[in-house]
Structures are given as structure tokens and as C-alpha cells.
């Protein structure tokens, strides 16, 4: 039988979660899947199981408390003040004592394609990667899976498995879905928003006076930092007029992506220019955490721009046609 | 006590095992294992059905699956999420003529045990269904999907100037259809009524897999049974729900609220009765009672004054002269039965400080004492109007019989009352004083002509109660049940077949001994 003492401190704590499920709407990874296993209420519930021996730890369940983006959305939202990121911190260390094999939404480096560079060492804000005889490895009690790694390989040697809706194929398919969309005609542009600032203060809006512009699709990445510039133009390219990006600002962003994704966006609006194409169709703006009014005048003073700028033609504006 | 002898790790995987046994005693059907699993066939069946990647049945999935916000738990044997009507059909056909139970899940936020799956099976989670299919500002009803969740929703109609009006506490989560099973409502529903009232039509799967459309689009009909109401907090016992046709009523474009303190819970509880018998029309009339406001003190420090009770009033409407007049009226009353320190306010700010010591107030109980858990044990009741004062009283004596915290809160302008008993969920002793203090309850609300449930339903944990209420009925319902679902497969052992004893006759969520 596994040693579940290091557990036992959250008996208490995991009685008291009243399993109202109003941690579901704040959790990105049950937003994606709708299975109740992946949001917070139900990895708690898995956890008061294996506690009190009605369940046994499995890699299955190890996988479900890794597969998390560390927003810490849920903790806030609890009606119960169950201390929901320290309570997972500490049963994550009793599976990997216990030797579970986890991944969930770390990262991964791809042994054959890594140059060795270790950019990704050196940026990680959470010291989650280490070199250890000759590889790169990640160290999953410390990964926040913000994917700053994986923005940053330049031989596109880091991945994460399970995106739940972040990797890049899976925003370019909701690109896909939103711009093609036959029941609205509106659609014009793509709003890429970082899941830990902007997203949090909007998702508190949608229940404000506010309601969603049938202009502009939000997609949530984890930290905007990981969002790739091949995503932006392939966005462009598939139909939109524009796309913004909504980060942190820089003091305030936890996973350094912030300053990142700037540069990024500013050299690619640079070539943008040259080949022709009105660099105001890719905007970066900062929103701190919870400011739904920067969030909404940012997003108007950007469908202004568009509106004006109008859709790329095919014959004068076609991404990469020109030289 | 199944639910309370679990000590060391043996005893507690020999309580699984019992539990399985139990299921398998109480189904003995030919798609289990020996272990008590799902056999194979049955699985490739299902998904073959709904698709590979809408059946679960991990352990681990099915043990999350096996609670909802209740004290209860019951493992099911297969989670299945269909996608669309012909499916649902499809299942219910398979699922009738193999008689394996199922039970339609929303979001299990229900705080009876209404899903859970006491006698194993299937578990349908409907929240694969969230479309919603149309909005007709014209002639006045939206149509949805089960699975649609009450904020989306909502979300959905703002554009229009309309909401769907039930909304609980909990529309973050809860779930249309789930809503409708349980017949569900919220503060407001004083003014704007139940899921009941806004259930225009709906379409439902029965257990044979037929089709069926009840009730009209239209806002009147006059005749035959009503067989879309009989949906309406039927808990999943009759029928899939698997589309509503639901009327909104316009957003009121303000809203005032107030509040009076009392030094006597019966000065505030004769306020009540006076308000709501006088022809006031509040939006809201919440009570909060003296434990409730030291709980909310004790946990984030509010300072509100620690009377014996405080009311809060709401008044909405699209001219600020009928909303003046309806709180001038009430504070008018309040005055009259020595309420004090009246205050009102149509600003944001100020009524979300009014509001605060009741917004608080859900949390605050589970922050209350660190060596209790808050439990939803007499979690819902209704009394009449005249009565919502002797309720709280009744509450805080039985609790203090039973060595019990209780609280008194509820929406007390639709006679509704809430409670949470905190208790030490380790000691058995404790469920054993929860259970008679429950009992003892339900009996005062009966005695008094009130009813078990206001909003949050039977399910398991209510159902001794609720049989004692309806016990000239019982036989009826049971052949209402009978005609919709012969062979007993949807959500059985629930409403007039749930539990006498639901501290001895069902598994328990929490351990204790």
C-alpha cells in the first residue's frame, strides 16, 4: 500500500470542500474537456478517495492533478477556502515518490532534435528544467506549464502533450471554426489572450454589463509568451483581418513571456511592412489581471483599426506573396 | 452504519468491495462482471453508440462520478456522454432491455443525492448537450439543450434585454436540465418564480427510447395534463430531458436594495409575513439570522452589527417611481415591526456593501470552525410566510439539542429556508445527532403546512421526509413512475422509493468512526 501519510494533513481541508462545482466555469483544462475529473472539484474528490483508501492512486489520476495551468483560478473562486495549489502541490510529491509516471501538461524536450542550446534552462522563470548527463530535462513539481519553453526552442524540440485547446494546431483550428463560421458573418478578427491576466478579468466582465463582440474570437493561450509568431500569421493567412494579443504587464508577468512575446510581435510587424501588409493588423497590449475595462477599450480601439484597415485582399495583401 | 465504521485501510477497501457487492445484489444484471465492473460487451456497446470518446469507465472517473454536492456517494459502472437526441434514444432503448439503471446528470451540483447512482449503472452526462438552439425575442421562448449552464444562457439573452428568470446560486454551474429535474430557483424567485414557471414545452427520451414532445410554445394551455410540468422536479425519474422550451421575462433596467436589522427573530419574521401579505411585490426578501451573522464576522471580519436577525429587500422594475414606492412600503412595515437602521441604495456600490454579510455568507460556513465541515443536511425547506420566524427558532433549539451549529438563511419572500448543519464529519456520533435533528426538523416544517423542498430537492437525503409528507400519494406517484418507466431503469430509488434511513441505508461521502 502506498505511504499516503504526506496526504493525511488534507483530511480536514478536503472534507470541508463542499463539491459545489463553481470552481467548473474558472478551470481552463474542464473547459476544454467537460469531464469532471479534470476540474478542481473532481481532482479533490480523487484525492479524499485515495485518502481514505475507496480508490487507488494510479497513473491516471497522477496525470489529472498534472494537468494543470497553475492559474490558481479555482483556489480564488472557493466558496470553502480549500487551499486547493497547495493541497495538489503536495499530493503531485507523494506521486512522483511514489513513482507514478506523470506528464499532464508539462513539458517534454525531444532528446533527438534538442541542440543542447538550454535557452530553455536559461529563461525558465521556475527553474523547472535542468541539464542532467547531456539532456534537458524537466523537473514536473516545478513546471508550471506556462510554455515559455516551448516558445523559445529553436529547434521545436519542446512540447506538451495535452494543450487542452494552447498548442498552437488547436488555436489555429478555433481560428478555423470562428472565421468560417456560417452563421456569422461578423467575424473579423482573432484576440489572443493570456490565461493568467486578461482572461481572468474578462471572464468576471461576461458576467458584468457586458457581452462578447460576434467580431472577434478570444482564444486562451496559457502565457502569451508561448504564442508563436507562425500562429499569428497563419491566422492572418486563413482569413482574419487582425489579431491582438492581450499579456501581462512585464513587471507583472510570472512566466517572463510578456517581454518576449513583445519583441516577438515587434519584428514580425517589421516584415509586415515590407511585404506590405499594415503592421496595425497584429497589436500587443498589456491588461493587468481583473481589469475588464482595459481589456474592452484595448479590444474597441482595436476593431476600430481593423474596421478601418478592412479585410486582406487577395491581390495586394496576401501573407508571403510578396517580396 | 455502512458510511461510518471505516478505520484502518482494510476495513475501508472491504467497505468498496461491500459496496460493489451491494450493487451487484440490488441489479443482478447480465452486464456486470463478477467484480462488479461493466462487462466488456456492454462498454464496446455504449461506445458504439455515443463514440470511443464518450464513455469513461476509469475507477477513478467513476468514483468522481459517484457523488454530486450531498453527503452521499455510489459508484457507477459507466459514465456515457451522448451527443445527441437519436443517441440518447439509442441508449434508453439498450439501456431498457437490458435493465441497467441510468441516471441523467448535469453538473451534480445537487445537494440531495438526486444523481447519484445508488444502484450503479449508467451515469448520462447530459452536458455534452449545451446547444442552444434558438431565440425567439418575438414570440417570447428560447430553446435549449439540457446541458446548457444557466450563466451561458443568460449570457446568450442579455442582447435580447431578457433573462431566464430561475436563477440559484449556483447558475455558474447548474445546468438547464438539471435545473428543471429538480425544479430549481433562487433569491429572486419571490418575484419571477421557479423552473416550473418558465418551462414552456419540453422534449423527452423515455425509457423505451420514444420520443416525445410535451407541452406548447405558446404562453397559455388550458387543457389535459400537464405533462411538461409533471418533468419539472421529477429528478430524473420519468424521462431524459433532452430539450426545453423556456420563456425570459424582461431585465429590469434598476434595482433597490435594502436592509432593517431586528433585536427579535419573530419581529423580523411578523416583517415578513406583513410584506409578503400586504401585496408587496419584492424582486428579493432574504432573513439572515444572528448565527449567521457571527459567522460571517468571524470569517471575514465584516463588523456588522450582531443582531438577532437582518432582513434584506430588493425591489426592481423599469421606472424608479414603482421601485420607490415598493421600498417605502416595505420599510414602512419594517418600521412597524421595530426594524432599525433602514437603509437603501440603487448604486452598485452601496448595494453590493448591503449585500455583502448575505454574499458572504455561503463561504463564511465553511470557514466557521476549523474541526467542522458544513454539511447540506436540511439544507431546503419551505414554511408559510407567518411561519419563517418559529422555523429559525425551531432550528436553532433542535441544533442546540443535537450539540449541532446551524444557521437559518433563505429567501423568505417565497417561504424558502435554508440551513447547513457544521459538524465533525470523523465521528459517527455526529451523523447519528445529524440524523435526528433532520428528522425533527422536517417534522416542525410538516406541522406547521410546509413542504420539504423549496429548490434543492429530495434525492436521497430528503426522502423520509418527503414520504411523509406525500404518504397519501406515494402509490400514485409510484404508478405515474410506473407508466413512464416500467422496468425501474431511470434514476431509481430516488423521491418515493429513496431511503427511510439515509444515514444507515446509503453510502456516505465522508468517513467517519
Same mark, same amino acid.
Given at each position: 500500500?502506498?505511504?499516503?501519510?504526506?496526504?493525511? %494533513?488534507?483530511?480536514?481541508?478536503?472534507? =470541508? #470542500?463542499?463539491? /459545489? @462545482?463553481? $470552481?467548473? *466555469?474558472? !478551470? &481552463?483544462?474542464?473547459?476544454?474537456?467537460?469531464?469532471?475529473?479534470?476540474?478542481?472539484?473532481?481532482?479533490?474528490?480523487?484525492?479524499?478517495?485515495?485518502?481514505?483508501?475507496?480508490?487507488?492512486?494510479?497513473?491516471?489520476?497522477?496525470?489529472?492533478?498534472?494537468?494543470?495551468?497553475?492559474?490558481?483560478?479555482?483556489?480564488?473562486?472557493?466558496?470553502?477556502?480549500?487551499?486547493?495549489?497547495?493541497?495538489?502541490?503536495?499530493?503531485?510529491?507523494?506521486?512522483?515518490?511514489?513513482?507514478?509516471?506523470?506528464?499532464?501538461?508539462?513539458?517534454?524536450?525531444?532528446?533527438?532534435?534538442?541542440?543542447?542550446?538550454?535557452?530553455?534552462?536559461?529563461?525558465?522563470?521556475?527553474?523547472?528544467?535542468?541539464?542532467?548527463?547531456? %539532456?534537458?530535462?524537466?523537473?514536473?513539481? =516545478? #513546471?508550471?506549464? /506556462? @510554455?515559455? $519553453?516551448? *516558445?523559445? !526552442? &529553436?529547434?521545436?524540440?519542446?512540447?506538451?502533450?495535452?494543450?487542452?485547446?494552447?498548442?498552437?494546431?488547436?488555436?489555429?483550428?478555433?481560428?478555423?471554426?470562428?472565421?468560417?463560421?456560417?452563421?456569422?458573418?461578423?467575424?473579423?478578427?482573432?484576440?489572443?489572450?493570456?490565461?493568467?491576466?486578461?482572461?481572468?478579468?474578462?471572464?468576471?466582465?461576461?458576467?458584468?454589463?457586458?457581452?462578447?463582440?460576434?467580431?472577434?474570437?478570444?482564444?486562451?493561450?496559457?502565457?502569451?509568451?508561448?504564442?508563436?509568431?507562425?500562429?499569428?500569421?497563419?491566422?492572418?493567412?486563413?482569413?482574419?483581418?487582425?489579431?491582438?494579443?492581450?499579456?501581462?504587464?512585464?513587471?507583472?508577468?510570472?512566466?517572463?513571456?510578456?517581454?518576449?512575446?513583445?519583441?516577438?510581435?515587434?519584428?514580425?510587424?517589421?516584415?509586415?511592412?515590407?511585404?506590405?501588409?499594415?503592421?496595425?493588423?497584429?497589436?500587443?497590449?498589456?491588461?493587468?489581471?481583473?481589469?475588464?475595462?482595459?481589456?474592452?477599450?484595448?479590444?474597441?480601439?482595436?476593431?476600430?483599426?481593423?474596421?478601418?484597415?478592412?479585410?486582406?485582399?487577395?491581390?495586394?495583401?496576401?501573407?508571403?506573396?510578396?517580396? | 452504519?455502512?458510511?461510518?465504521?471505516?478505520?484502518?485501510?482494510?476495513?475501508?477497501?472491504?467497505?468498496?468491495?461491500?459496496?460493489?457487492?451491494?450493487?451487484?445484489?440490488?441489479?443482478?444484471?447480465?452486464?456486470?462482471?463478477?467484480?462488479?465492473?461493466?462487462?466488456?460487451?456492454?462498454?464496446?456497446?455504449?461506445?458504439?453508440?455515443?463514440?470511443?470518446?464518450?464513455?469513461?469507465?476509469?475507477?477513478?472517473?467513476?468514483?468522481?462520478?459517484?457523488?454530486?454536492?450531498?453527503?452521499?456517494?455510489?459508484?457507477?459502472?459507466?459514465?456515457?456522454?451522448?451527443?445527441?437526441?437519436?443517441?440518447?434514444?439509442?441508449?434508453?432503448?439498450?439501456?431498457?432491455?437490458?435493465?441497467?439503471?441510468?441516471?441523467?446528470?448535469?453538473?451534480?451540483?445537487?445537494?440531495?443525492?438526486?444523481?447519484?447512482?445508488?444502484?450503479?449503472?449508467?451515469?448520462?452526462?447530459?452536458?455534452?448537450?449545451?446547444?442552444?438552439?434558438?431565440?425567439?425575442?418575438?414570440?417570447?421562448?428560447?430553446?435549449?439543450?439540457?446541458?446548457?449552464?444557466?450563466?451561458?444562457?443568460?449570457?446568450?439573452?442579455?442582447?435580447?434585454?431578457?433573462?431566464?428568470?430561475?436563477?440559484?446560486?449556483?447558475?455558474?454551474?447548474?445546468?438547464?436540465?438539471?435545473?428543471?429535474?429538480?425544479?430549481?430557483?433562487?433569491?429572486?424567485?419571490?418575484?419571477?418564480?421557479?423552473?416550473?414557471?418558465?418551462?414552456?414545452?419540453?422534449?423527452?427520451?423515455?425509457?423505451?427510447?420514444?420520443?416525445?414532445?410535451?407541452?406548447?410554445?405558446?404562453?397559455?394551455?388550458?387543457?389535459?395534463?400537464?405533462?411538461?410540468?409533471?418533468?419539472?422536479?421529477?429528478?430524473?425519474?420519468?424521462?431524459?430531458?433532452?430539450?426545453?422550451?423556456?420563456?425570459?421575462?424582461?431585465?429590469?433596467?434598476?434595482?433597490?436594495?435594502?436592509?432593517?436589522?431586528?433585536?427579535?427573530?419573530?419581529?423580523?419574521?411578523?416583517?415578513?409575513?406583513?410584506?409578503?401579505?400586504?401585496?408587496?411585490?419584492?424582486?428579493?426578501?432574504?432573513?439572515?439570522?444572528?448565527?449567521?451573522?457571527?459567522?460571517?464576522?468571524?470569517?471575514?471580519?465584516?463588523?456588522?452589527?450582531?443582531?438577532?436577525?437582518?432582513?434584506?429587500?430588493?425591489?426592481?422594475?423599469?421606472?424608479?417611481?414603482?421601485?420607490?414606492?415598493?421600498?417605502?412600503?416595505?420599510?414602512?412595515?419594517?418600521?412597524?415591526?421595530?426594524?432599525?437602521?433602514?437603509?437603501?441604495?440603487?448604486?452598485?456600490?452601496?448595494?453590493?456593501?448591503?449585500?455583502?454579510?448575505?454574499?458572504?455568507?455561503?463561504?463564511?460556513?465553511?470557514?466557521?470552525?476549523?474541526?467542522?465541515?458544513?454539511?447540506?443536511?436540511?439544507?431546503?425547506?419551505?414554511?408559510?410566510?407567518?411561519?419563517?420566524?418559529?422555523?429559525?427558532?425551531?432550528?436553532?433549539?433542535?441544533?442546540?439539542?443535537?450539540?449541532?451549529?446551524?444557521?437559518?438563511?433563505?429567501?423568505?419572500?417565497?417561504?424558502?429556508?435554508?440551513?447547513?448543519?457544521?459538524?465533525?464529519?470523523?465521528?459517527?456520533?455526529?451523523?447519528?445527532?445529524?440524523?435526528?435533528?433532520?428528522?425533527?426538523?422536517?417534522?416542525?416544517?410538516?406541522?406547521?403546512?410546509?413542504?420539504?423542498?423549496?429548490?434543492?430537492?429530495?434525492?436521497?437525503?430528503?426522502?423520509?421526509?418527503?414520504?411523509?409528507?406525500?404518504?397519501?400519494?406515494?402509490?400514485?406517484?409510484?404508478?405515474?413512475?410506473?407508466?413512464?418507466?416500467?422496468?425501474?431503469?431511470?434514476?431509481?430509488?430516488?423521491?418515493?422509493?429513496?431511503?427511510?434511513?439515509?444515514?444507515?441505508?446509503?453510502?456516505?461521502?465522508?468517513?467517519?468512526?
Amino acid at each position: 500500500m502506498t505511504d499516503l501519510s504526506k496526504l493525511e %494533513k488534507w483530511r480536514s481541508a478536503l472534507s =470541508k #470542500c463542499i463539491r /459545489c @462545482g463553481y $470552481c467548473y *466555469d474558472q !478551470c &481552463p483544462i474542464y473547459k476544454e474537456t467537460g469531464w469532471e475529473a479534470d476540474s478542481p472539484r473532481g481532482k479533490l474528490i480523487l484525492l479524499y478517495g485515495m485518502l481514505s483508501g475507496e480508490i487507488e492512486p494510479s497513473d491516471y489520476i497522477a496525470n489529472k492533478l498534472f494537468e494543470c495551468f497553475h492559474c490558481n483560478r479555482c483556489q480564488k473562486a472557493c466558496a470553502s477556502g480549500v487551499p486547493i495549489q497547495d493541497v495538489y502541490n503536495d499530493a503531485r510529491a507523494f506521486l512522483v515518490e511514489s513513482g507514478f509516471d506523470v506528464v499532464g501538461t508539462t513539458s517534454r524536450t525531444d532528446h533527438d532534435v534538442c541542440a543542447r542550446c538550454l535557452n530553455c534552462i536559461r529563461m525558465c522563470e521556475h527553474d523547472a528544467r535542468k541539464f542532467v548527463d547531456g %539532456k534537458v530535462v524537466t523537473d514536473v513539481l =516545478k #513546471c508550471q506549464s /506556462c @510554455g515559455s $519553453c516551448f *516558445d523559445i !526552442c &529553436p529547434e521545436c524540440g519542446v512540447t506538451i502533450q495535452r494543450g487542452f485547446g494552447t498548442n498552437p494546431n488547436e488555436l489555429l483550428n478555433r481560428v478555423d471554426t470562428f472565421l468560417n463560421d456560417p452563421n456569422n458573418p461578423d467575424a473579423k478578427a482573432i484576440v489572443f489572450s493570456c490565461g493568467y491576466s486578461s482572461y481572468p478579468g474578462l471572464k468576471h466582465a461576461e458576467f458584468e454589463d457586458f457581452v462578447i463582440s460576434k467580431e472577434y474570437e478570444i482564444l486562451v493561450t496559457a502565457c502569451s509568451g508561448r504564442l508563436k509568431s507562425h500562429t499569428v500569421l497563419e491566422s492572418l493567412e486563413r482569413g482574419a483581418w487582425g489579431v491582438l494579443i492581450c499579456c501581462c504587464p512585464e513587471d507583472e508577468c510570472e512566466h517572463g513571456g510578456s517581454p518576449r512575446v513583445k519583441e516577438r510581435m515587434k519584428n514580425l510587424t517589421k516584415i509586415m511592412e515590407r511585404i506590405d501588409i499594415d503592421p496595425k493588423r497584429v497589436q500587443v497590449v498589456e491588461v493587468p489581471q481583473g481589469d475588464e475595462a482595459k481589456f474592452l477599450e484595448s479590444t474597441s480601439t482595436f476593431m476600430d483599426d481593423i474596421r478601418a484597415i478592412g479585410p486582406l485582399s487577395p491581390e495586394a495583401e496576401t501573407v508571403g506573396s510578396k517580396k | 452504519m455502512p458510511g461510518c465504521q471505516k478505520n484502518g485501510e482494510s476495513q475501508l477497501r472491504n467497505a468498496g468491495l461491500i459496496l460493489y457487492l451491494y450493487v451487484i445484489s440490488r441489479n443482478a444484471g447480465d452486464f456486470l462482471c463478477e467484480d462488479g465492473a461493466m462487462n466488456s460487451a456492454t462498454i464496446e456497446r455504449l461506445k458504439k453508440i455515443v463514440g470511443e470518446d464518450n464513455v469513461l469507465d476509469n475507477p477513478a472517473d467513476l468514483y468522481v462520478y459517484g457523488s454530486d454536492s450531498s453527503v452521499h456517494e455510489a459508484l457507477p459502472q459507466v459514465i456515457v456522454r451522448p451527443q445527441n437526441v437519436e443517441q440518447v434514444q439509442e441508449l434508453m432503448r439498450y439501456a431498457n432491455n437490458e435493465k441497467i439503471p441510468i441516471v441523467p446528470r448535469g453538473s451534480g451540483s445537487g445537494m440531495s443525492g438526486q444523481v447519484v447512482p445508488v444502484q450503479g449503472g449508467i451515469v448520462l452526462d447530459m452536458k455534452g448537450m449545451n446547444r442552444i438552439l434558438e431565440i425567439n425575442p418575438q414570440d417570447g421562448y428560447c430553446r435549449v439543450e439540457p446541458g446548457v449552464v444557466d450563466d451561458d444562457l443568460n449570457k446568450a439573452l442579455k442582447p435580447y434585454g431578457v433573462f431566464y428568470p430561475p436563477t440559484p446560486a449556483s447558475s455558474i454551474v447548474a445546468t438547464v436540465g438539471g435545473e428543471i429535474a429538480n425544479n430549481a430557483s433562487g433569491g429572486r424567485s419571490v418575484k419571477y418564480g421557479a423552473a416550473r414557471d418558465a418551462v414552456l414545452a419540453v422534449k423527452v427520451v423515455l425509457a423505451n427510447g420514444e420520443l416525445l414532445s410535451f407541452g406548447s410554445t405558446t404562453r397559455v394551455s388550458a387543457s389535459g395534463y400537464p405533462l411538461e410540468k409533471l418533468m419539472v422536479g421529477s429528478e430524473g425519474t420519468l424521462a431524459v430531458i433532452v430539450e426545453a422550451c423556456l420563456r425570459f421575462v424582461p431585465i429590469p433596467k434598476m434595482r433597490c436594495l435594502g436592509s432593517a436589522k431586528f433585536n427579535k427573530l419573530s419581529e423580523a419574521g411578523d416583517a415578513i409575513a406583513d410584506i409578503m401579505g400586504s401585496g408587496c411585490q419584492p424582486s428579493m426578501l432574504e432573513l439572515i439570522d444572528k448565527v449567521a451573522i457571527i459567522a460571517v464576522n468571524k470569517a471575514n471580519n465584516l463588523g456588522l452589527p450582531e443582531v438577532e436577525a437582518i432582513l434584506l429587500y430588493e425591489a426592481d422594475g423599469m421606472a424608479k417611481e414603482m421601485i420607490d414606492a415598493e421600498i417605502e412600503r416595505i420599510q414602512k412595515i419594517c418600521k412597524k415591526h421595530k426594524g432599525f437602521d433602514l437603509e437603501s441604495s440603487y448604486e452598485a456600490k452601496e448595494r453590493a456593501r448591503i449585500w455583502a454579510g448575505r454574499a458572504k455568507l455561503f463561504p463564511s460556513l465553511s470557514k466557521y470552525d476549523e474541526s467542522l465541515a458544513s454539511t447540506s443536511l436540511a439544507d431546503d425547506m419551505a414554511v408559510p410566510f407567518s411561519k419563517m420566524a418559529a422555523c429559525a427558532d425551531k432550528i436553532h433549539e433542535i441544533a442546540d439539542k443535537y450539540d449541532l451549529v446551524m444557521t437559518a438563511y433563505g429567501h423568505c419572500g417565497a417561504g424558502c429556508m435554508h440551513t447547513k448543519i457544521l459538524m465533525d464529519t470523523d465521528k459517527a456520533v455526529s451523523w447519528e445527532n445529524a440524523r435526528e435533528a433532520v428528522r425533527e426538523i422536517y417534522e416542525f416544517v410538516r406541522s406547521v403546512g410546509g413542504t420539504t423542498s423549496a429548490e434543492h430537492g429530495i434525492g436521497l437525503s430528503k426522502a423520509a421526509a418527503f414520504k411523509k409528507e406525500k404518504e397519501a400519494s406515494l402509490e400514485l406517484m409510484r404508478a405515474i413512475k410506473k407508466a413512464f418507466d416500467p422496468n425501474n431503469i431511470l434514476n431509481p430509488g430516488k423521491l418515493m422509493d429513496g431511503p427511510d434511513d439515509w444515514v444507515e441505508e446509503t453510502e456516505l461521502r465522508y468517513q467517519s468512526s
